[in-house]
């Protein structure tokens, strides 16, 4: 199973791809508790936007309120460790190895800006090759070429395993050149003028216009010139 294949979380305000209509927990994830409809509205994308923003904007949020998921207790985002604030939750906990600096890490992602009600400004599910297969994003962890909330989103996963992350400003982009980047130009210009508009940055909008949401499955892991691990499930 795929981070494609998640059907996804509904919302009335976005139009997300038909592969995300619905997470359907009890059916997909038995490490996962069974979840209410109540829990199941409380986690829909427009939820989490506007956690997003209500949290990593509020400079008096507690991370210590923000507990990690278990098996006894619904799943909810929490603080990674050294993150500077990026919040996850679990998706689905993998079962492969966990890559290090230095390793070359493959992902698929679906990527959200929260100032602009989610709006999908990119997907590695759009990269074909030319067999029409969806090309994973490959970076080497550690390298700083990409934003650092992705980096340290990745850096605690398992292979195999998905994870949605609610990413700050200040760990999202810091520049037009970071990746991943959007490939397609009309994206790029929509994503940037938004995270860059002086206007609004002057108005004090800052702490919420480059707030991202990235879910993430972490699908391969190379260690130098060995070639990719399995996934391990």
């Not at 949020?61 to 050294?82: I, Y």
């Amino acid at each position: 199973m795929t981070i494609q294949s998640l059907p996804s979380i509904r919302c009335r305000c976005i139009s997300l791809h038909p592969a995300f209509d619905f997470i359907s927990f009890e059916a997909r994830y038995p490490l996962l508790p069974a979840i209410s409809p109540l829990t199941r509205r409380a986690l829909s994308l427009s939820a989490v936007i506007f956690t997003a923003i209500s949290t990593l904007a509020s400079s008096s949020a507690s991370s210590s309120s923000l507990a990690a998921p278990s098996k006894s207790a619904a799943p909810q985002f929490f603080e990674l460790p050294d993150s500077a604030g990026v919040k996850a939750l679990e998706l689905r906990i993998g079962s492969g190895e966990t890559p290090v600096d230095g390793d070359q890490v493959a992902v698929h992602y679906y990527g959200r800006l929260a100032a602009k009600q989610g709006w999908r400004f990119d997907t590695t599910y759009d990269h074909k090759d030319e067999n029409g297969e969806p090309i994973p994003f490959t970076f080497v962890l550690g390298s700083g070429k990409v934003i650092a909330g992705m980096e340290a989103a990745v850096k605690s996963m398992k292979v195999g395993g998905i994870r949605r992350v609610i990413i700050p400003p200040s760990q999202g982009y810091q520049n037009t050149s970071q990746e991943p980047i959007p490939p397609n130009y009309f994206d790029r210009q929509r994503l940037f003028t938004t995270i860059f508009n002086p206007t609004r940055l002057a108005n004090g909008e800052g702490s919420s216009l480059g707030i991202l949401i990235f879910d993430i499955e972490l699908v391969q892991v190379r260690h130098l010139s060995n070639k990719f691990a399995s996934p391990g499930f």
